[in-house]
């Protein structure tokens, strides 16, 4: 349900390196992991040092976007020796499939990590369909264990 392919991944890493060596980098690819859990996807983004209020979530269509901003201002009197933590705004957006209630995602941040809860869309569930049969229109019942002969067997 998410893509999993992105061909511009390596333009990212080679922008953000040809950006900061002049400077810190204005957007920044945002590292993530994806999985389903029974109807659910999980996300997790890594957003360390971010303020919680600089996160900005939007669904738009099928598109959904994690904006963030990272700031540290050298205070007056401090001498910077080493500024290697990126700075900047960070940017990620995942296409979402048709399936997934957009309505409905949840969203935590908590020691670092933005944790993104995407539901399944209901029409996306798997679920029974009742078979008719005959001339009477009547559903089918299935057959009991009992009922079904015993030579039957399935190879997996």
């Not at 390596?10 to 690819?29: C, H, I, K, T, V």
């Not at 979402?96 to 969203?107: F, K, M, P, S, Y």
Request: glycine letters at 8%; aromatic letters at 6%; hydrophobic letters at 35%.
């Amino acid at each position: 349900m998410l893509m999993r392919f992105d061909p511009f991944r390596n333009f990212d890493s080679l922008a953000q390196m040809l950006a900061q060596r002049g400077g810190p980098a204005e957007q920044s690819p945002i590292p993530m992991d994806a999985y389903r859990e029974g109807d659910r996807f999980i996300v997790h983004f890594d957003l360390p040092g971010v303020d919680p209020s600089s996160i900005d979530l939007t669904v738009e269509k099928n598109v959904l976007t994690v904006r963030a901003e990272r700031t540290w201002p050298a205070s007056e009197g401090q001498e910077v020796l080493v500024r290697e933590r990126p700075e900047g705004t960070f940017v990620r957006q995942l296409f979402l499939g048709e399936g997934l209630d957009t309505e409905h995602v949840e969203a935590t941040y908590h020691n670092g990590v933005l944790t993104l809860t995407i539901p399944v869309a209901e029409q996306a569930k798997p679920r029974k369909v009742q078979v008719t049969g005959g001339d009477s229109e009547q559903p089918v019942e299935p057959k009991s264990e009992a009922e079904q002969p015993a030579e039957v067997s399935s190879a997996a």
